[in-house]
């Protein structure tokens, strides 16, 4: 025992301070905690109070039909009318998901695209969701009677980088996350691409399918 002792009296107390700080950061990297940056939810959220939004009407406004013979499908240009209510008190910011139904087929669904709006709070706006396209392949004739639907969606996400999407992060990273958690959330929404129904990831950008930039590409591709 004495023999111990004199072991560690002769050296300095930061002498054992490495292993000691070794030691500890290689048992908090065992201990799981839930990521702070999403929540543990392990997806961050393209929509702001989206679910606070309802449709109150659409105005279709079908533009033209066409079809392609070489590439076997068919292009529909609407410029459609949304009037939505937001009953929240903060403004809505997110997607609506648009489908094009043919009426001569008991309104079957065809085709559906995401388009994003913005909702001020507490209101009812008149939104002008520009010139979208519709894009499907078939070999039929386009269908010469078509509707639309217009629904809110309130789960527009991408996976958490922090955390891989698992929704755990260990215990060493927990603090740094946490502290600059609004950092890490603006450089991940930066970095992913939330790909909506109706888009295409075309040289970093998200192009409307069906859009003049869009059958472009194609005719390059």
């Not at 949304?82 to 009426?103: Q, R």
């Not at 979208?132 to 217009?150: A, E, I, K, Q």
Request: overall charge negative.
């Amino acid at each position: 025992m004495n023999q111990i002792r004199k072991l560690f009296s002769k050296r300095p107390a930061y002498y054992f301070a490495f292993p000691i700080v070794i030691g500890g950061l290689f048992g908090a990297s065992l201990i799981q905690a839930p990521c702070p940056v999403c929540s543990g939810s392990g997806i961050l959220s393209y929509s702001i109070g989206m679910d606070d939004v309802t449709i109150v009407s659409l105005r279709p406004r079908i533009i033209s039909t066409a079809q392609d013979a070489c590439t076997a499908y068919i292009v529909v240009k609407a410029e459609p009318v949304i009037i939505a209510k937001n009953s929240g008190s903060i403004d809505a910011t997110g997607y609506v998901k648009l489908t094009l139904t043919d009426v001569t087929s008991n309104n079957a669904d065809l085709v559906s695209i995401h388009v994003r709006i913005n909702v001020p709070a507490d209101s009812m706006a008149t939104l002008q969701a520009g010139n979208v396209g519709f894009v499907w392949v078939s070999s039929d004739l386009p269908p010469t009677n078509l509707d639309m639907r217009c629904e809110a969606v309130d789960d527009a996400s991408v996976p958490c980088i922090s955390c891989k999407g698992g929704g755990m992060t260990n215990f060493s990273s927990y603090f740094l996350l946490k502290y600059f958690r609004d950092n890490f959330v603006s450089s991940i929404i930066d970095q992913s691409h939330y790909n909506p129904d109706g888009y295409e990831l075309i040289n970093g950008e998200l192009v409307a399918i069906g859009s003049d930039k869009w059958l472009e590409w194609m005719e390059l591709n």
